[in-house]
């Protein structure tokens, strides 16, 4: 590290809070190295309330850009000088690029989620999905899926503070997109189980299976699960989530993790602000 950094290198920075548990500056960090880029990232613990001294200062000191993560995804977007038209019907930003001032926001979670299927070669346009989950990465996920080409969307929540977004996201889906769109229930069992039959993919993107939900599944029984469904899990810790269980134990055959996602939301923003493409299969081995 110490041999990159000199009078030239540009900064790119991580904003959110919590964020000391972050693997996003050990993956930009030894990408930058492996191929000679002189950009160093660092993570900033910044909160609502000190965003927009924080987002001033990519400006002030010529940062390329930053991340910005839980909770300024939102917050964040009336400080920015344009918005990406994923970034603005997802209605969040993950990543800020800064072209001589102007600050431009975008968001890459969904094109992390698209991606890292296509890594395992897994096409799900012009397939039928269901997701479970309406908030930061659900919206990401539905918005940019539809966009790409996924025919049907079941979108699932519980009655929480995230239902009024579900109905946004399903209204949006049908507007925008050729996507078609239906909201359900997440506590309508039945109908969930109907959908699941009904479906190419199951992606749950609730962070039910994560702590401290670490032992909860919203699918508990593996006849729901037929072998030839795909079964798509947005948590990465732990690797193997209660949900990606009760798939083995169906015998599903294609089960993920969000490992691949992060990865890939991570090589998206790379690639805005350095031109380049990461070097996914070298940060994969130092990072999984
Ligand atoms: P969020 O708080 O914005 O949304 C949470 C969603 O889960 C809402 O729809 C809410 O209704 C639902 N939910 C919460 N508790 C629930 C429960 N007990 N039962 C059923 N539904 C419940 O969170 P987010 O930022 O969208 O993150 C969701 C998950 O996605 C987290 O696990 C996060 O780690 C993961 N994520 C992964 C990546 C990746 O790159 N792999 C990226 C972003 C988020």
Request: hydrophobic fraction near 40%.
């Amino acid at each position: 590290m110490t041999e990159r950094i000199d009078g030239h290198t540009i900064l790119i920075g991580l904003m959110a809070y919590p964020i000391r548990h972050s693997m996003s500056p050990t993956m930009h960090n030894n990408a930058f190295a492996k191929l000679g880029l002189n950009y160093a990232y660092l993570a900033f613990e910044v909160t609502n309330d000190t965003l927009p001294a924080a987002i001033q200062s990519i400006r002030t000191l010529d940062m390329r850009g930053s991340n910005i993560s839980m909770p300024n995804k939102q917050k964040v977007i009336p400080l920015l000088d344009k918005l990406d038209p994923a970034a603005e019907m997802i209605g969040a930003v993950n990543t800020i690029v800064n072209d001589d001032g102007i600050l431009t926001g975008y968001t890459t979670d969904g094109i992390g989620f698209m991606k890292s299927l296509d890594d395992e070669g897994i096409n799900i346009r012009g397939h039928k999905m269901i997701l479970a989950g309406a908030g930061g990465a659900g919206t990401a996920i539905a918005v940019q899926a539809a966009l790409d080409g996924v025919t049907e969307m079941s979108i699932f929540n519980q009655h929480d503070d995230s239902w009024e977004n579900a109905k946004r996201n399903v209204a949006l889906l049908n507007e925008k997109t050729n996507c078609k769109a239906t909201l359900h229930e997440l506590e309508n069992r039945d109908d969930l189980k109907a959908e699941i039959a009904d479906s190419f993919i199951y992606t749950d993107a609730t962070g039910v299976g994560m702590k401290p939900l670490e032992d909860e599944t919203l699918v508990t029984d593996p006849s729901w699960f037929r072998k030839d469904l795909v079964v798509f899990d947005t948590v990465y810790a732990p690797r193997t989530t209660k949900l990606m269980k009760v798939a083995e134990q169906a015998g599903v055959e294609h089960v993920f993790n969000g490992l691949g996602m992060m990865l890939e939301q991570g090589a998206a923003a790379f690639k805005l602000w350095t031109g380049k493409e990461m070097p996914v299969d070298y940060i994969r081995q130092i990072l999984f």
